[in-house]
Structures are given as structure tokens and as C-alpha cells.
């Protein structure tokens, strides 16, 4: 049914670490814009086309959700599941500005996706999943659901991360920047997410029926000015605060922190090591 919203599971757990805030949701928009090419062409690796049925799991406000939904065309449909009701409006209000008839918005744990999507085994065509396995305490239990709605034949295509923490750097390399990416790792930890879920991923998905077909990573690296800095920068912005709310860092651990990250801003002789992105297309068999 467009745009229905189902309710939430009981036990549902708290909002996913980096929050629902207006500030999060502008991030998510922007690291949409800069990474919508890699996206676009591992949507083709999927061969997403006009008439499919695609599902975004853990699509937040949706800014993929609506490329993904232009794709598909109205003889298509998306379906995007998300544990956030106020991402799910945001969506909403996008797709009725723009007129969209063919989103569906699911409110759900995609941990349980047999009760967030009742009646759609053997029915989706590709599955997208972007940054929301990395926030999961289940991920295994969210593969099992998927080869059940997968048709036979069908994909599924994720990017996530590997190796986060030791990746992201600045060069050279300081001490209180190395400290709070430690401690963004330690709080998607303490939630159960894992940095590192793109190094297991695709062992899950072949032991559940899948075929890895593309496996890659896109490493980038971005300097003082450029449009890639404000990447990691509207996440320091949105987050680093929330590190100390919960306790990860110290107030003066944040300050040496944006001391040490106004001064690279200013050299430019440095660079950053951005979080590698890593990909894959996996076929149910
Ligand atoms: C970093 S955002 C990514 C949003 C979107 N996939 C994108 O690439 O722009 C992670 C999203 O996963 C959602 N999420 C986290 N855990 C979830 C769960 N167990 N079930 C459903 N959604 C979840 C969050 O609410 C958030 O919208």
C-alpha cells in the first residue's frame, strides 16, 4: 500500500547512535550529495531499472530512496524501512512535494524485517543497504530476513565500512583527532554497531544463500577547501558534541580536538584519509 506506515515492534530499541536531529538529517543530505555517484554506479551494478521493486533498508530520510524511486519509475516501487518515524516524515514530505507515487515507508526494526514487511517473501528485487549495517547488533538476523524478501536472482548492494578507525586519519597524524575517532568507534561499539561489519558481511550473505558478485572499496582522501572536507566535517559537527553528551570524550578533549582540526583546515599542506567505503553486490542463488 503507498505510503503506509507500520508500527514499530514493541521492543524497539533507543534511536541509532549518531541520532534524528535536524543537524543529523542536513549531514545525511550532504554525504548523500558527495557520495550519490558511487551509489549510482553500484545501483547499476545491481541493474536497478524502471518497473523493479527496490528496498532501502535503513533509508533515514530518504535521499537515496527518492533517485532510487525516479529509477524504478511508476511501474516501480520503493519501499524504505527505517526505525525513525521523524526521518520516515521527512521523507514523506519530500515525496508528496515531488509528487511521488511509488515510496512506501515502513517504520521498523530492519532486524525484524519479517514483522516490518509481512507477506513479501520472494518479492523484492534489489535491496539497498548504506551505512546502516555498520549500527546493527544484529546484522545476521537482518541477512536471514533478506533471503527470504530476495527473489531468487535478486540483489542485494551495501556500502559500509572496514576498518574504520585506523583508516581515518588525518597527515600527519594528531593526537587529539586519533582520540576521538577512537572514541566514535567505542560508541557505535557500545551500541552494538560494528566498525569493521564490511569485513563479515559477505561471509553472512553466502552462508544465507547469497553469491558475491562485486566486492571493492572507494578510498578517498580530502583536502583543506576542498567540497570532500565538509564530509567529515559536518560529522564532527553533529556528533563530536554527542561524544561528550555520552560520555566518550571530555569537554577538553572536544576543544583540543576543534583546535587541532581549525589548524589542518588552515594548511594546506595536510590532508585527511577519509573512512574507506566499501561495496558489494551479492546475488540470492
Ligand atoms: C547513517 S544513516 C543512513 C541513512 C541512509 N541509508 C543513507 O545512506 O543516507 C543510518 C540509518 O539507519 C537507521 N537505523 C539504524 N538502526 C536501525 C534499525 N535497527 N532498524 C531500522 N533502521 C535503523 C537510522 O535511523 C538511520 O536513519
Known sequence: MPGTTAQPPSNHPAEYVLGTSADESVRLGLQHRLWSASAHQLWEKAGVRPGQTVLDIGCGPGHATLDLAQIVGPTGRVIGV?????????????????????????LGDVQELDAALPGHEDSIDVVYARWVFCFLSKPEEVVRGLSRMVKPGGRVAVQ????????????????????VIQAVGASWRARGGDTDIMGKLPGMLVANGFRIDHLDV??????PGSTMWYWPNSFWQSFVPRLVEMGFITAEDEKAFEQEWAAASQDPATFIQLPPVYELVATRI
Open 218 to 223: 572507494v578510498q578517498r582522501i580530502a583536502r
Open 82 to 106: 527505517d526505525e525513525s518515524a521523524a526521518f520516515l516524515k521527512q521523507l514523506n514530505d519530500q515525496a508528496q512535494a515531488r509528487k511521488f507515487q511509488n515510496i512506501d515507508r515502513v
Open 160 to 179: 559500509d565500512y572496514f576498518n574504520y578507525e585506523r583508516a581515518l586519519t588525518l597527515a600527519p597524524r594528531r593526537e587529539a583527532f586519533t582520540k
